[in-house]
C-alpha cells in the first residue's frame, strides 16, 4: 500500500449527501482533501457542503449532463479532480413475475449502473488533465453472491462489479485506477426497509465506519480492477475470483 495523501486532492462523491457518502467526505476533508457533493437531496448536501467548506451540485445519476456538471464544478471551484467515488445507489427494483413493475426496474439500474458508467465517462478527462487518479464505485457484496431477496439490486450491482474489472486494466497505463466497495449490509437509510428482519434473525448490520476505513484501505493500495469485500468480523479485502475454464 502507498498510503492516502488528501492534502490537494479534490474528491466527487455521488450520493453524497448521506449514508456512506457523506462519512467518505467528512473523512476525506479529515484527510486534507476538498470535496464535491453531488446528489439529489439538496437540503441535505447543501448543509453538508457547507460544514465541510465544500461544494454541492444537485445530481440525478441517470442523466449524464448531471455528472458532466458535477465534474465541471470540481475543477471550476478547486482546480481539477483526482478522485471520483460513485457511490449513489437504491435498493429494490422489484421483481420479473407477475408484479413486475418497468418504472421501479428502470430506475434502480440507472441509478446503480448507468449512474456509474456515466460518472466513469464524465470524470475520465478531468483525472487525464491531472495525470491519473482513481475511481471507486460502490457495488454491493450482492454483487458478489446470489440476492433472490432482490435480484434487479444483484443484478445491478453484479454488473458494476463487472464493469470495474474490465476498467481497471483498460485505463491503469493512464495511471487511473478503477475499484468496487462491495459492503454487506451496513447502517445505513438503504436498509431501514429489512433493518427490524435483520435484527430480529441476528444477522450482522455494518458500521459505516467499517465501510470507511475500507474505502481508504482502496484507495490506499495500489491494486486496480478490484472488488474489495466489506462484511462484519472480517478485514476488508480484493475478493479473489475463481478462473474460468479455458478452451482446449
Not at 467518505?24 to 460544514?51: P, S
Not at 445530481?59 to 449513489?88: I, K, M
Not at 413475475?97 to 449512474?115: K, Q, S, V
Request: hydrophobic share 45%.
Amino acid at each position: 500500500m502507498t498510503g492516502f495523501e488528501g492534502a490537494g486532492k479534490v474528491a466527487l462523491i455521488t450520493g453524497g449527501a448521506n449514508g456512506i457518502g457523506a462519512a467518505v467526505a467528512r473523512r476525506l476533508v479529515g484527510e486534507g482533501a476538498a470535496v464535491v457533493l453531488a446528489d439529489v437531496d439538496t437540503e441535505r448536501g447543501t448543509e453538508l457542503a457547507k460544514e465541510l467548506d465544500g461544494a454541492f451540485v444537485r445530481c440525478d445519476v441517470r442523466e449524464p449532463g448531471d455528472s458532466e456538471a458535477a465534474v465541471a464544478t470540481a475543477v471550476e471551484r478547486f482546480g481539477g479532480l483526482d478522485l471520483a467515488f460513485l457511490n449513489a445507489g437504491i435498493a429494490g427494483g422489484g421483481d420479473l413475475g407477475d408484479n413486475f413493475d418497468l418504472t421501479a426496474y428502470r430506475r434502480a439500474m440507472g441509478i446503480n449502473l448507468d449512474g456509474v458508467a456515466f460518472g466513469v465517462h464524465a470524470a475520465l478527462p478531468a483525472l487525464r488533465a491531472r495525470g491519473g487518479g482513481q475511481i471507486v464505485a460502490t457495488a454491493s457484496m450482492a454483487g458478489l453472491t446470489a440476492t433472490p431477496f432482490d435480484p434487479i439490486y444483484g443484478a445491478n450491482k453484479a454488473a458494476v462489479v463487472g464493469l470495474v474489472r474490465a476498467l481497471g486494466p483498460t485505463y491503469e497505463p493512464e495511471g487511473i485506477r478503477v475499484n468496487a466497495l462491495c459492503p454487506s449490509f451496513a447502517d445505513t437509510d438503504i436498509l431501514i426497509p429489512i433493518k427490524d428482519h435483520l435484527t430480529e434473525t441476528g444477522f450482522p448490520i455494518l458500521e459505516v465506519s467499517d465501510v470507511v476505513n475500507a474505502f481508504m484501505s482502496i484507495v490506499s493500495s495500489d491494486g486496480t480492477g478490484e472488488a474489495w469485500f466489506v462484511v462484519p468480523g472480517r478485514e476488508s479485502g480484493p475478493f479473489t475470483f475463481r478462473g474460468v475454464p479455458g478452451p482446449r
